[in-house]
């Protein structure tokens, strides 16, 4: 079982959502966004109080999952996991909230595509209890069942 250590990268809608109801489950949460004044924003809100926002992602430390949650822009989102991958070791899930893009295509770039799966968060993510996961041909089971693990945990229905 993980220890659940959660990065959201992306402070928008999505991530917000996400992380407030990750907060809600006491789930050690960080959450990264290029533009800092999303991070201001939100660091005196209530329902992210146990959020720990980050100025640089080299920030956290011994993650078990990472959650993408940046515009549905593909080269965004593979700019990001080529980026990411080499910054988090196994046993790091690395986690693409798209609902527009094939997860192979998002992974293209990087060398090991193995850790990479698709969980599409319905929105409101803090409110609708469903996520759709979708691992690649390349996603590693161990991976995929610690995803289907946590999710659980945290009381969301999945759709696989």
């Keep these: 079982m993980m220890k659940e250590k959660v990065l959201i990268l992306g402070g928008g ?3 917000i959502a996400l992380a407030k109801y990750l907060n809600r489950y006491n789930i050690k949460t960080f959450l990264f966004d290029t533009d800092p004044t999303v991070i201001s924003r939100h660091k005196k809100n209530k329902e992210l109080n146990s959020v720990k926002f980050l100025n640089d992602i080299e920030d956290a430390f011994n993650i078990d ?3 993408e949650t940046v515009p549905e822009r593909l080269y965004m989102k593979q700019d990001l996991f080529a980026k990411i991958e080499s910054m988090f070791d196994a046993p790091t899930v690395f986690c693409t909230n798209t609902s527009s893009f094939l997860i192979s295509e998002i992974g293209s770039r990087m060398r090991n595509k193995s850790r990479l799966i698709g969980t599409h968060f319905f929105s409101p993510a803090d409110i609708t209890p469903l996520v759709e996961v979708i691992p690649s041909s390349y ?9 289907l693990l946590f999710l659980k945990k ?3 229905n999945q759709y696989y």
């Design 13 to 15: 809608f999505m991530g």
């Design 65 to 67: 999952i990472i959650i």
């Design 139 to 147: 996603t590693f089971p161990v991976y995929l069942e610690n995803i």
């Design 154 to 156: 945290i009381e969301k």
